[in-house]
């Protein structure tokens, strides 16, 4: 319901606001014109809307130009070859014929203007005079109305119009223009000073009062250069460098000046033993940014492929207007390979070379330290969820003094290995990094079959470490690293070997194979520190035995 009301009220205001604005034509029809206009055949004249009312930028889109026909009827006029109505709301016919004689009203807003054309030929007025001006700035000209002469009487001054758009020709800023004697004078002219003239005055013609209208179009330019063009690159005498074997493009930059019928000669000299002439290059002229300034062109010669004959060939590039030519000329040279470029390449690489270099060094000396401290931030702790009882199992040789022995040398080695692996070991894993170790004195009860709990403890552990030394290589105790081999294989990379060197020892002939081959293949650690010195946790010996052992978060933040 409320959108046919809808509809209904569009439609009402449609057809009220057509009536109005054909209301305001129709007021006009019987109405005696208001402006009546005398204009020449062959020409082209423009007429505006309201010569005495100013039409606002927004009211020029609204202006509307019919003609009436004998019987009163109105055509609206469209964009047409002859006829056309302007952005401005003018009205412009071009080419003049004496068809175009009749009544124009135009409409704008509510009002209405009524004027009358009437259009005569060239042969009733001889003395028609000129309607297309070109001068030069150094040229000082007076512009006179065409139809001045041609007949009546004037009673008025003659009033003249710039631009289509009728703005007054005078200016308080234009020191240089001055209306003496209905012509326009110019003291100077300036580009600025082209476009369209209207000239309008009154004559009395049998009794008849009428607005004599003529146009004239008037183009400013600057004098023709009296001077032949100008090469700007290459510079007479250059030397083009080109790769054999490459393509290459010859560009030739000449600088013409203003002429009004600009057609320059512009062409390619290769002077051989016989001289050729190229004028097939491609050319571009550009204007300048003030084109009455001048031309700028640019002409091209691409060589497909330049060979060792081409470095003997002279070029020349040849520039020609209607004052003079003007010629430059040069030759490719053959172009080096650039040494500096070169240097800078090698220079580069070795510096690149040595920054790769010290960072591998870097990295091989600080392994160690750089995997420590991404296993401390980033890396997750292995030993969850592997069903392992211990960190690692420690073997060492243990003490074998009985009663009534002398104590020997042998005697304070062999406890040198039961306190570096009692002692300082769990002070230093297990105080400080929360590891958990397995030292069958310490923590395995007496009793059993002693072989098969070895193994199971090896099993239960995630690393073995073994103390090496003279008395454990030839030891009882020797089967203990034995077994772990064997785990090892059998368990693949479940169970890792750690292999200390705490004295120097010498292998016995009759190390069993399998320890032989253990002992050459598995990275063993040497101890050259003081069991007694309480920075031994600091040392780089520490730091490997850390590399080896499972990762593991510590309760406390410790020193990397």
């Not at 003291?187 to 476009?195: H, K, N, Q």
């Given at each position: 319901m409320?959108?046919?009301?809808w509809l209904?009220?569009?439609f009402?205001y ?10 305001g034509?129709?007021d006009c029809l ?6 009546r ?6 020409e082209i ?5 309201s ?7 927004t009211e020029?889109?609204t202006?509307?130009w ?8 109105l ?6 070859n ?13 080419t003049?014929e004496?068809s175009?004689?009749?009544?124009y009203?135009c ?6 203007m009524?004027?009358l054309v ?6 009733n007025c001889?003395k028609?005079?000129?309607r ?8 000082k000209p007076?512009?006179?109305?065409p139809s001045?002469?041609?007949k ?8 003249w119009?710039?631009?289509?758009n ?10 240089s223009l001055n ?6 004078n110019f ?9 369209i003239y ?8 049998n009794g008849?009062?009428?607005i004599?209208r003529?146009?004239?179009q008037?183009?400013v330019g ?12 290459p ?5 083009i ?8 493009t010859l560009?030739?930059?000449i600088?013409?000046g ?13 002077l051989?033993?016989v001289e050729e ?10 204007n300048?940014t003030n ?5 700028d062109?640019?002409?091209n010669m691409?060589l ?11 070029f ?5 207007n209607s004052v ?6 040069f030759k490719l040279s053959?172009?080096e390979?650039?040494a500096?470029?070169l ?5 580069a690489s070795?510096?690149?070379l040595?920054?790769m270099?010290?960072?591998?060094g ?9 995997v ?16 392992k009882d211990?960190d690692a199992?420690?073997?060492?040789a243990?003490?074998t ?10 005697f ?7 306190q570096?692996?009692?002692?300082l070991?769990p002070?230093?894993l297990?105080?400080n ?7 069958l ?12 709990d070895?193994a199971?403890?090896?099993k239960?552990s ?6 090496l030394?003279q008395?454990y290589?030839t030891?009882?105790r020797?089967?203990e690293l ?7 294989l059998?368990e693949?990379?479940?169970?890792k070997?750690i ?6 020892f010498?292998?016995?002939e ?9 002992l050459?293949?598995?990275?063993t ?10 920075s031994?946790n ?7 035995i850390r590399?080896?052992?499972p990762v593991?978060k510590?309760?406390e933040?410790?020193?990397?």
């Open positions: 409320f959108s046919k009301l209904l009220l569009t009402i449609s057809i009220k606001h057509s009536a109005l604005g054909q209301a034509v129709s019987d109405k005696e014109p208001h402006y206009y005398l204009v020449y055949a062959e004249v423009y007429f505006q809307c010569p005495s009312y100013n039409l606002l930028k020029k889109n202006v509307k019919f003609i009436q026909s004998p019987d009163k009827g055509e609206e006029v469209k964009s047409r002859d006829m056309n109505v302007n952005e401005n709301g003018t009205l412009q016919i071009s003049l004496r175009h004689s009749g009544t009203i409409q704008m807003r509510n009002l209405c009524k004027i009437r259009v005569e030929g060239k042969e001889l028609y005079g000129s297309n001006f070109y001068f030069t700035t150094a040229e007076s512009i006179s109305c001045l002469n041609c009546g009487t004037i009673f008025t001054n003659v009033t119009y710039k631009s289509v009728f703005e007054s020709v005078t200016s308080p800023t234009r020191f209306i003496n004697n209905n012509d326009i003291s100077s002219i300036y580009p600025e000073d082209s476009g209207t000239c309008d005055y009154n004559l009395d013609d008849n009062e009428w004599m003529a146009t004239l008037v183009l600057v004098p023709d250069t009296q001077e032949p063009p100008r090469i700007i690159g510079t007479n005498g250059t030397e460098k080109a790769e054999i074997g490459k393509p290459i560009s030739c930059q600088q013409f203003f002429e009004r019928n600009f057609d320059p000669i512009i062409k390619w000299r290769v051989h033993l002439e190229h004028s097939g290059g491609r050319k571009l002229c550009l300048n084109h009455l300034k001048g031309y062109c640019f002409f691409t497909d492929r330049v060979t060792s004959n081409d470095l003997h060939t002279i020349q590039c040849y520039a020609q003079g030519n003007v010629t430059t000329t053959k172009k390979t650039d500096v470029f240097i800078y390449i090698l220079c070795v510096a690149l040595l920054i270099l010290i960072c591998a870097t990295v091989y000396v600080y392994w160690v330290e750089i420590l401290l991404y296993r401390h931030y980033l890396s997750k702790d292995e030993t969850i969820g592997d069903n211990f199992f420690i073997s060492y243990t003490q003094f009985e009663f009534g022995e002398e104590i020997t040398e042998n304070c080695d062999n406890y040198e290995d039961e570096f692996a009692t002692q070991l002070s230093v297990e105080d990094y929360n590891y958990k170790l397995c030292i004195e310490r923590d395995i009860l007496p009793g059993g079959a002693y072989v098969e070895i199971k403890i090896i239960r995630r690393r073995a470490i073994f103390v030394s008395r290589i030891g009882p020797l089967f034995q077994a772990a081999i064997t785990c090892s059998e693949q990379e479940s169970l070997l292999l200390i060197k705490l004295k120097p010498k292998e016995p009759t190390l069993p194979h399998i320890v032989k081959k253990a050459r293949a598995l990275p650690l040497s101890w050259k520190g003081d069991l007694n010195s309480k031994a600091t040392s780089k010996f520490w730091k490997t590399y080896y052992m593991k510590h309760k933040s410790v020193r990397i």
